[in-house]
């Protein structure tokens, strides 16, 4: 910046109005030519979100009526983007054969769009719990359809959620034996689709049992370290389609230019991605920023 300056004063012609008004000129031209380039840059890249990825949303929020309206909204206004959903009626199904009325009226709401794939929430505790009472609750949502005489009162899958990290042989039989479950229960066709929850990137013989895995679920700025630490190196590439990651508890001075940062570099990385705001109860009700966030996924 201060080359033409000193440029215009080795001339010494700073003396006249007109030299003045030419050093005016030459500054002015200074200053909008490192403005502007960014500018350009900026909206250049606004079109290079890189590649598309699912939302996913861990609906853990009470159907009350009206209370899913604000996923159903951004479902219907983006056809184009597709939306991995997990419902989760009572820490799984629940102890009945069907939830509750409010769920029943608003499952179905749900399923009824093309882009919903719906996933029931089965717990494992690492892999610890009762493989039988683990089943019976998938069991549970493959009977729904029947049960209830809805076809659409439906999952199309299942997310385990807390699954290990670590490798051990009965382990791996016992995720691997309910991924085999799953896969031959009509009542969850046509995808059967297993999503498991690590939190955090797993011993990699873990990735093959299921179609997506949750390779983290912390933070924003956990996730800006373990960036920097370059988290996902461990994982190759190729792998993007079987990840899903959650960034909760982001600042609510991310918006605008920052989130549209923050969602390219996790659509970088994974295939499903869930970002809010909310930094308790992260998944109990849409954040500020839902929309911005969706409309930013479908960008
Ligand atoms: C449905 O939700 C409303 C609002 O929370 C509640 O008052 C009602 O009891 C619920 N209905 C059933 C059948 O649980
Ligand atoms: C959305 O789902 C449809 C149907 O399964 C699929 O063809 C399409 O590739 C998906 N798009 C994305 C971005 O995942
Ligand atoms: C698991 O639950 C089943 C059915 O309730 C029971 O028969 C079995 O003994 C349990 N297994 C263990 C290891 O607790
Ligand atoms: C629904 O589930 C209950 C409890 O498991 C069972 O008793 C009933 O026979 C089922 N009804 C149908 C139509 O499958
Ligand atoms: C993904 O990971 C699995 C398990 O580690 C591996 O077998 C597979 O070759 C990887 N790549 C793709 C494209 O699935």
Not at 84 to 108: F, K
Request: charged content about 20%.
């Amino acid at each position: 910046m201060s080359e033409p300056e000193k440029h215009v004063s080795k001339r010494k012609c700073l003396k006249s109005k007109r030299s003045r008004f030419i050093l005016a000129i030459v500054v002015l031209i200074v200053i909008i030519a490192a403005v502007v380039p960014p500018v350009v840059v900026t909206t250049r890249k606004k079109d290079n979100m890189g590649p598309k990825a699912k939302v996913f949303v861990p609906l853990y929020v009470y159907p009350a009526p009206e209370a899913w309206t604000p996923l159903e909204n951004v479902i219907s206004a983006h056809p184009d983007v597709n939306f991995t959903v997990v419902i989760n009626p009572g820490n799984g199904p629940g102890p009945l054969a069907l939830p509750d009325a409010n769920y029943t009226r608003e499952i179905p709401r749900l399923t009824a769009y093309q882009n919903v794939r719906l996933l029931g929430y089965v717990y494992t505790s690492y892999a610890k719990r009762n493989v039988s009472a683990v089943r019976q609750d998938i069991q549970t949502y493959a009977d729904w359809p029947t049960n209830s005489s809805n076809p659409n009162l439906a999952v199309r899958g299942i997310f385990f959620d807390e699954t290990p990290q670590q490798y051990d042989a009965q382990t791996f039989t016992y995720l691997k034996g309910l991924t085999d479950f799953v896969k031959d229960l009509d009542g969850l066709g046509p995808d059967r689709f297993v999503v498991h929850n690590p939190g955090a990137v797993p011993d990699s013989r873990y990735l093959a049992t299921a179609d997506s895995t949750v390779v983290f679920e912390a933070a924003y700025a956990t996730f800006q370290e373990r960036q920097g630490a370059k988290l996902f190196t461990s994982i190759a590439d190729s792998n993007r389609t079987q990840l899903c990651a959650i960034v909760h508890s982001v600042p609510e001075t991310v918006e605008g230019k920052s989130l549209r940062g923050l969602v390219k570099q996790v659509r970088k990385v994974a295939d499903e991605v869930y970002i809010t705001h909310l930094d308790t109860n992260y998944y109990a009700s849409f954040g500020s920023k839902w929309t911005e966030f969706v409309d930013l996924m479908a960008a």
